[in-house]
């Protein structure tokens, strides 16, 4: 059985870093592509980056470009999202998703997801 889980979310400082994790289990990590995505109260769910080793690309919102890396840690099944500086608007529920091969900015082009792990930015 396929699965996903969030961690290292949590309270942080504007200018902060957190570093996110997706434990990965029942998939190949190179036949898949991993998208993180988030969620504000009262606002859409949003892509923030996406993955896949398929194709080597990488890719992230305009938003985050050059604040956020994302990475995949074969040997440990592990996808990781690095996030540096951090804003007030990046406050939201990051979830892990996975799809096969190529990457996409649809959510519902995503066949798993994990359960989400809340990042919020205040002082």
């Known amino acids: 059985q396929s699965q996903l889980v969030e961690s290292g979310g949590g309270l942080v400082q504007p200018g902060g870093s957190l570093r996110l994790s997706c434990a990965v289990s029942g998939l190949t990590l190179d036949n898949y592509a991993f998208g993180w995505f988030r969620q504000a109260p009262g606002k859409e769910r949003e892509v923030v980056s996406c993955?896949?080793?398929?194709?080597?690309?990488?890719n992230y919102a305009d938003s985050v470009k050059g604040r956020f890396t994302a990475s995949v840690d074969n040997a440990n099944n592990t996808v990781f999202l690095q996030m540096n500086s951090l804003q007030s608007e990046d406050t939201g529920l990051y979830y892990c998703a996975s799809r096969p091969l190529f990457c996409s900015t649809y959510g519902a082009r995503y066949n798993y997801w994990g359960q989400g792990t809340q990042v919020t930015v205040s002082s």
């Open positions: 993955t896949s080793r398929a194709d080597g690309s990488k």
